[in-house]
């Protein structure tokens, strides 16, 4: 069974790493996949990060990592919009049949916010 994990001397895996699986078998001769995904919080850089496929009674393999992660940066139209008072229809969870969806007529004053969402990072990820 191949079980990637980091080398010994360098601890657990961090949290903003999972690997999955985290334990397989591996058949020999055939190929053994695995997913490393990177999911930190905060910016981060993932360079010089290795981790470690242990296959028990055999080899092991030492794998870098490298990749890095930013806040993204995105401008807001507007932060904050007073709807007035709305209806929050009860919880239906649990099996209860689905009500069916509220009508406003089209002339009732509707009022229509439009939130614009702007990309004002200069790199693009691809």
Do not use: M, W
């Not at 895996?13 to 591996?26: C, E, L, R, S, Y």
């Not at 296959?55 to 932060?79: A, D, K, W």
């Not at 239906?92 to 004053?109: F, Q």
């Amino acid at each position: 069974a191949g079980t990637p994990q980091p080398p010994a001397d360098s601890g657990a895996v961090p949290p903003f790493i999972t690997i999955t699986p985290a334990q397989g078998i591996a058949t020999q001769g055939a190929k053994t996949s695995f997913d490393v995904t990177y999911h930190p919080l905060q910016p981060h850089l993932l360079d010089g990060t290795l981790i470690q496929c242990q296959i028990p009674g055999g080899r092991s393999y030492t794998i870098e990592l490298t990749g890095r992660s930013s806040r993204p940066l995105v401008e807001f139209s507007f932060h904050h919009h007073d709807f007035g008072p709305c209806f929050v229809r009860p919880d239906i969870s649990g099996g209860s049949p689905s009500l069916p969806p509220i009508e406003h007529p089209a002339d009732e004053g509707a009022v229509t916010k439009e939130l614009v969402i702007t990309n004002k990072d200069e790199e693009q990820d691809g």
